[in-house]
């Protein structure tokens, strides 16, 4: 069985968005536990934007001991949610694209998506301001504003996908995602890694949504 007359046209459409961009580099991620590669739009609102490109196979490797297509259900439902989602504090999924490849008597599904993406993030900015620190004797202390602005952005970005029952999952430094970080107020952006790692999100990992957001509703209130 080939490709449908309808995953060829979006692998067509998908093929022209990826080639209207720059490809900056390929890499295994080890936070998201997959090769990605990045690209650089044309047209950029901010210094640091890139779009992250993503390929998730549905085949026994990947999800051992699953029905397929419960998995592909599933994965397509959340990905149909997401896409529905457009909170500024959210990575955007900017593409997606289905194709099947076929083999010898095996045949496996690939989405390939799109997301917003920064060479920037929370853990190198937090470095980078603990490095300066060590090297002068001025304190650079975030302002209390600038605290307020940055929790509230998270809020928003959670709440967000609580609205659509989601949960992120992995709110580590490194996946908040830092545009315009020159600014008196950055824009942070959470990248939703629960959608995309291949990690499997352990009970420890996984935060208590409602618990999580009120406490930051409160540390921003105070």
């Keep these: 069985m080939g490709n449908t007359q309808s995953d060829q046209r979006s692998d067509q459409e998908f093929e022209r968005y990826i080639h209207s961009m720059t490809l900056v580099r390929k890499e295994h991620s080890e936070n998201l536990g997959r090769d990605i590669d990045l690209f650089r739009p044309e047209s950029l609102e901010f210094e640091e934007a890139l779009v992250l490109l993503i390929e998730l196979s549905f085949d026994e490797a990947e999800h051992p001991g699953q029905d397929p297509n419960a998995v592909v259900g599933k994965f397509k439902d959340e990905v149909n949610m997401r896409k529905n989602i457009t909170s500024r504090f959210l990575s955007q999924l900017l593409f997606m694209s289905y194709k099947r490849i076929s083999g010898l008597c095996t045949e496996v599904l690939v989405c390939r998506l799109a997301l917003e993406y920064s060479e920037e993030n929370l853990f190198k900015m937090l470095n980078d301001r603990l490095m300066y620190r060590s090297s002068t004797t001025i304190p650079d202390l975030p302002s209390p504003v600038a605290f307020q602005h940055f929790?509230?952005?998270?809020?928003?970005?959670?709440?967000?996908?609580?609205?659509?029952?989601?949960?992120?999952?992995f709110l580590l430094p490194v996946n908040v995602?830092?545009?315009?970080?020159?600014?008196?107020?950055?824009?942070?952006?959470?990248?939703?890694?629960?959608?995309i790692s291949k990690h499997k999100k352990l009970p420890h990992q996984l935060l208590q949504k409602d618990a999580f957001r009120e406490g930051l509703l409160r540390s921003v209130d105070s």
């Design 151 to 169: 929790l509230g952005s998270l809020v928003e970005g959670l709440s967000a996908l609580h609205q659509r029952n989601m949960t992120h999952g």
């Design 177 to 195: 995602l830092v545009f315009n970080k020159s600014s008196k107020q950055p824009l942070f952006k959470l990248l939703d890694v629960a959608l």
